[in-house]
């Protein structure tokens, strides 16, 4: 059964950078779409990025659209979310997540394992 750890969260200034990354235990990544999600205090998960199986396809969030960058790496078997000019509604915990279909969307319920989370704190 793949297990996936999230690092890379952290506290940081408004404008500042991080890079989130992911990593798979127990099940290559390699052929699985990736998604990162988040979920603010006392708000619904909400979907951020996700990138395709081959990582020649991403989709971004609105949200987020020119500012993160997601990218995968199946030789370590991580995925990254680069996040630049980070802004305080960017605060949350942020969820990577595997799908088992070839071609997901952004709907929580299409991916089936979830990692635990990292928290990202940006102050103004």
């Known amino acids: 059964q793949v297990r996936l750890v999230e690092s890379g969260g952290g506290l940081v200034q408004a404008g500042g950078s991080l890079r989130l990354s992911c990593t798979a235990s127990?099940?290559?990544?390699?052929?699985?779409?990736v998604a990162w999600f988040r979920q603010a205090p006392g708000k619904e998960r909400e979907f951020v990025a996700k990138?395709?199986?081959?990582?020649?396809?991403?989709f971004y969030a609105d949200s987020v659209k020119g500012r993160f960058t997601f990218s995968r790496d199946d030789a370590k078997n991580t995925v990254y979310l680069q996040m630049n000019n980070l802004r305080p509604e960017d605060t949350a915990v942020y969820y990577c997540?595997?799908?088992?279909?070839?071609?997901?969307?952004?709907?929580?319920?299409?991916?089936?394992?979830w990692g635990q989370g990292t928290e990202v704190t940006v102050s103004s």
């Open positions: 997540a595997v799908s088992p279909l070839q071609n997901p969307t952004s709907a929580p319920e299409q991916y089936d394992t």
């Open positions: 127990g099940r290559t990544l390699r052929f699985f779409p």
């Open positions: 990138i395709s199986w081959s990582g020649d396809s991403t």
